[in-house]
């Protein structure tokens, strides 16, 4: 969306009506925050702004119909709020009972655009910006999975998941897909991977990219395919699992599309390099990166259509490397690095109204701040700096964003680029939703890890703290493990739900972690066991040292994915001179137990070939060196072990060979399995039950 600078006229009614905001002083807090609470609390996200600024509208999850121990039954809407009127709170948008998701507005800001599944089939609607009855804009016979539509509104772009074969004949998908439920046999023939993806079974579609126009009666128009490459071998637009509409975008003249693609050949499984082309009808496709044998995505035009900005990384088969700002001369061809010497990893790219700044957010330090890129000079500068920025919008000197800590989830604020300290809250945040709970402090801390080198951490107290008083320890394993456990809020692993359990909580940003530098996160490829683990156990003794109210005779290790790996590792690798264990239990949830086996199980092999330093055929010590199987005779410590059957990233096989060692060893173990989950938990009621389940499990072992 192109941002337009609205006048300080239209900007200052919203300030005056949110400075004169009160709000009513919460209760006294009486509890602890329980995992029931997180998921019924309401969920906010997806901000965004007229051209103008002086509406904004954004997507809210809210739980509906229950009581008691029923959480009833998500629904997510639109909301819309006139900031330049001092609108003091939104009004609903789109209809009670629509499930919708991904807005845009129009580019004159009188309609706004999602999608539903209300027709039956996930399609395109539009509604007038102020309110009204929603319309559908397309009539397509397969599910739309995401859009994005041309400046001026009479042509969009609709991925749709069709057979490579059937191109741009969108009938011929539907009917071999109901010939295939048909069929009397099963079996499905493959002859090159993908075979199986995060966490579903490869069919031989593909996300593809159409161009088409806003129906004007009930039959759809001609729709024109996108996406094969240069050479006709097509990919996934947007790429699977987790791709969305920011991997395409329309020029300012509405005549030509660029999108990121990888091929969908026999090496997709081992490869990391996204590519873009652009399409324009009439003309040959154009590869746009092709001397680029990494990932190159996130294309931005400039408002004159004469450059584009995108971000890229330099080494192909790491998807943890920096992505770095880049621009481009369209009429020459000419690529330049912005901001070279900044250290951090773009997010995302958007431009300033006078098209001199590039604004992104990025991990920086345990938080994910937004920053502003000056394009020219490359100097950096900090927007926004606390807690993490999930999402932000800009119109003009207007800035509206998502923000969350280790307190609240995302809370919308507005302020302006001119004075962005001026922040103003214009939704609630989970302590004002639940003015019954209190929440645990919380505070960074640093100490000196693997090579001396300054590693991060955060400790967060139990919600009924005292001084005085030591307190049993939930101690979380971050995975990726290019990850980060931070000043952020998560919906699977927030520290608050422990907190709320009357456990002190301690996280570590081991070398591997993001947001401190890309040296910090490459320090862990070839070293799983050894450098993290180090910094796990300085970390450990730091944190007691400093923070008197940890009971480190009373703690449980808990991680997820290589946080998991970790756990099956320490189980057999941390041990004092007396030959003890710090933990008292541990939880391994969707954990590495075996990393050869891991080698040619999981799907995306660029992971473990990057990890492990090649193939498994290639390089075999490299997967044993620091394999968890090999050390399960020195096992001895109770653990709970969690599996998701549909996890494809790290299978089930994993999860039932940690249990069936622990079981075969005589230690005290659980297996909680869900047939119905991935590589997260993400069902409502299934995850009380895990919540339920682990705090069972350390109640039982560390007390509470």
Known sequence: MKPVTPSKSLILPLLAAMLGMAHAAPAEAARGFDVRDMQRLDRISSPVLAPDGGLLVFAKREMLGGSGEDLGKASTSLWVRDLHAGQAQAKRLTPVGWNVSSPAFSSDGQSLYFLSGQSGTQQVYAVAATGGAPRQITRLPLDVGSFKVAPGGERLAVSLEVFPDCAADLDCTVKRQAQREQAKASGVIYDQLFVRHWDTWMDGRLNRLFVTTPVTGKTQPAVTLVGADDRGVPGNVPSRPFGDESEYTWSPDGRSLVFAMRRADRKEAWSTNFDLFQFSEGQPLRNLTEANPAWDTGPVFSA?????????????????????????????????????????????????????????????????????????????????????????????????????????????????????????????????????????????????????????????????????????????????????????????????????????????????????????????????????????????????????????????????????FMINWIAGNWFDAKGNSPWKCLVNHDGVFDTRSMGVVTEELWFTEWEFGGTVAANPEGYERYNPARHIADWKVPMLVVQGQKDYRVPVDQGLSAFTALQRGGIESKLLYFPDENHWVLKPANSVLWHDTVNAWLKQHIGQ
């Open 304 to 564: 004159d259509g004469k450059t584009l900005y995108y971000r890229a990384m330099k080494r192909p088969g790491f998807e943890a490397d920096r992505f770095a700002l880049m621009a481009r001369d369209l009429a020459t061809g000419a690529t330049r690095e912005i901001a070279a010497d900044w250290d951090r990893s773009a997010d995302g790219i958007v431009l300033s109204a006078d098209g001199r700044t590039i604004y992104t957010t990025a991990q920086d330090m345990g938080q994910h701040p937004l920053f502003g890129v000056d394009i020219e000079s490359g100097k950096v500068g900090k927007v926004v700096g606390e807690g993490s920025i999930s999402a932000f919008e800009i119109a003009g000197d207007t800035l509206v964003f998502a923000r969350n800590t280790l307190r609240s989830g995302d809370q919308l604020f507005a302020t302006t680029l001119s004075a962005p300290q001026a922040q103003h809250a214009l939704t609630a945040s989970a302590g004002e939703s639940l003015p019954e709970v209190k929440f645990g402090d919380y505070e960074q801390f640093n100490f000196a890890g693997w090579n001396g080198e300054t590693v991060h951490g955060y400790v967060v107290k139990p919600w009924n703290y005292q001084e005085g008083k030591r307190y049993p320890v939930a101690f979380l394993i971050h995975g990726g493990p290019q990850g980060s456990f931070g000043d952020g809020w998560s919906y699977r692993w927030n520290p608050q739900t422990y907190a709320g359990q009357g456990y002190a909580v301690v996280m570590i940003d081991f070398h591997g972690s993001t947001g401190y530098g890309q040296a910090f996160t490459d320090a862990i490829s070839g070293h799983w066991g050894s450098r993290p683990l180090e910094d796990l156990q300085k970390g450990w003794a730091a944190a007691q040292q400093k923070y008197g109210f940890l009971d480190g005779g009373r703690a449980c290790a808990l991680g997820a994915s290589y946080g998991g």
